[in-house]
C-alpha cells in the first residue's frame, strides 16, 4: 500500500474542467494503484498527500478512504517532495472516475521521470512546471462558481453576487436543467453542486 495520507480538497488549484472524458485504461482499480506507487518509489517520494473530494468522515483513522466513499467531484492532487527535496504537486480532473485520475498521474510521472533516460536534462528541468504553489486566491474559485452557475441558470453573475436568495433560485434553475431525473447528466449535475458549495461557503464566510 502506498505510504500517503488522503486528506480532503480545500481550494482546487485553478479552475476545474467544464467536460470530463471517460475512462481511456483497461486496468483494475488495485493495478491503477500499483502502477502509482511504483513511480512514487522510483522518484524517492515521501510526504505523500492525495487530495481529493471527500470529507474527513470517509477517510478511516489510516488516512484511507472507506471502501464505500464516493466523492461528488473525481479531482485529484497528489502531492509530494522527491528525492532532491523538490515540492511537487500534479492536479488531475481530466476522467470522470477519480481511480481514473490518479492513474493519468502515475502514468504521467513515468513519462516525465523517461525524459532522465536520455540525458538531456540535468536538475530535473521537466518538473518546474509542477513545483507546488499556495492555494489559489478565494475569489478565483468563487469567481468559477459564480459564473458557472449564472450560465446553466441563464441568468448574470451580478444578480447572484452575494445574494442568497437569487443563489438559490438560480440553483433550483441549473438543478432542474442537469439532474438526471430530468433528462440531464451527471457530469453537469456535479458541477452545478460544486458551484453552490463554493458560493454558500463564501457566503458564509
Known amino acids: 500500500m502506498i505510504n ?5 480538497i480545500d481550494k482546487w488549484p485553478g479552475v476545474h474542467r467544464t467536460s470530463r472524458k471517460g475512462s481511456a485504461f483497461r486496468v483494475t482499480p488495485t493495478r491503477q494503484l500499483d502502477r502509482l ?4 518509489n522510483k522518484l524517492g517520494a515521501k510526504d505523500i498527500l492525495i487530495q481529493c473530494y471527500l470529507s474527513r468522515d470517509d ?4 488516512g484511507w478512504p472507506r471502501a464505500s466513499a ?7 492532487v497528489i502531492s509530494f517532495t522527491d528525492r532532491r527535496g523538490n515540492e511537487l504537486s500534479f492536479p488531475c480532473d481530466t476522467y470522470y472516475d477519480w481511480f481514473d485520475n490518479l492513474y493519468a498521474i502515475a502514468l504521467s510521472l513515468e513519462a516525465l ?6 540525458g538531456v536534462t540535468k536538475s530535473a528541468e521537466q518538473y518546474q512546471g509542477w513545483r507546488r504553489l499556495g492555494a489559489p486566491a478565494e475569489v478565483d474559485t468563487r469567481g468559477w ?10 441568468t448574470s453573475v451580478a444578480a447572484l453576487k452575494d445574494d ?10 441549473a438543478v432542474r436543467k442537469t439532474h438526471p431525473d430530468h433528462g440531464g447528466n451527471i457530469e ?11 458560493i454558500r461557503q463564501g457566503i458564509q464566510l
Open 70 to 76: 464516493k466523492p461528488p467531484n473525481p479531482g485529484i
Open 113 to 118: 521521470r523517461a525524459v532522465d533516460r536520455y
Open 4 to 8: 500517503a495520507r488522503f486528506v480532503p
Open 59 to 62: 477517510i478511516r483513522n489510516d
Open 164 to 173: 442568497p436568495a437569487a443563489v438559490d433560485l438560480a440553483y433550483r434553475a
Open 37 to 40: 506507487e511504483e513511480e512514487l
Open 145 to 154: 462558481a459564480y459564473e458557472h452557475l449564472a450560465r446553466v441558470a441563464d
Open 188 to 198: 453537469a449535475f456535479r458541477l452545478v453542486t460544486e458551484a453552490i458549495r463554493v
